[in-house]
């Protein structure tokens, strides 16, 4: 079965500073997506950056970047220059191709100006 | 990036009404869409999965005959939670793929609140 675990059910970080959220997962699979999605107070899920599983290169999207180590079935995620709209809960997801996606619990990210 | 809009955001309602939730996708076609519940301060929990055209496939512990799912076309998805109960208050997520390509990820409506009286 496939689980998302993220163990940090809420961080907090200093505006202008850098935070990593962790994320491991267990698969058997070989093939396969990870996501982090951001949901603010508005709820909506918004898509932060996507890494798929072929790729040994490190996926980053502006101030976003993970830590993919496929070995260990770890994908964190570091903000750089944490600003304040980056408050809200982030969830990790995992994604078999074809098939659904696994969502951790969630981390509560909270930016202190 | 694709747009998933979600109708009402917003619902209340009685005990015993049954209310239904709209999930469109605006600017690309969805054969498979997927309905999610939120409780506050947790994760996503997966009800079912739409495709178009046939019936949903529901996980284990949700009742198909409360929640119905419908999914007619290539853009829309209903949810109606039937008889609906003060326990069935929620927040109600819908998300879509894209149809012909995958690029892995899910698309997401801004989620519907329903708070049943």
């Known amino acids: 079965a496939q689980t998302v675990t993220q163990s940090q059910p809420e961080m907090s970080v200093q505006e202008a500073e850098t935070v990593t959220l962790s994320c491991t997962y267990d698969t058997s699979e070989s093939d396969y997506y990870l996501f982090w999605y951001k949901q603010p107070p508005s709820r909506q899920m918004i898509l932060v950056i996507r890494q798929e599983a072929y790729k040994q290169q490190n996926a980053t999207e502006n101030r976003f970047s993970v830590n993919f180590q496929k070995a260990a079935k770890s994908f964190s995620l570091k903000i750089s220059d944490s600003q304040l709209g980056d408050a809200a809960m982030y969830f990790c997801a995992y994604r078999r191709t074809g098939n659904q996606f696994y969502f951790g619990t969630g981390t509560s990210l909270t930016v202190i100006p | 990036g694709a747009v998933v809009s979600q109708h009402p955001s917003r619902v209340i309602c009685k005990s015993g009404t049954s209310v239904k939730i709209e999930c469109r996708s605006l600017?690309?076609?969805?054969?498979?869409m997927f309905w999610y519940r939120q409780f506050p301060k947790q994760s996503l929990m997966l009800m079912a999965t739409?495709?178009?055209?046939?019936?949903?496939?529901?996980e284990q512990g949700v009742e198909k005959d409360k929640f119905l799912i419908n999914h007619a076309s290539l853009t829309l998805s209903t949810l109606t939670v039937t008889s609906a109960h003060p326990e069935d208050s929620s927040f109600y997520i819908c998300?879509?793929?894209?149809?012909?390509?995958?690029?892995?990820?899910?698309?997401f409506g801004e989620g519907s609140r329903l708070t049943v009286l």
């Open positions: 739409s495709n178009e055209g046939s019936k949903a496939t529901y």
């Open positions: 998300s879509a793929r894209l149809a012909g390509g995958d690029t892995g990820e899910l698309f």
């Open positions: 600017d690309f076609q969805a054969t498979t």
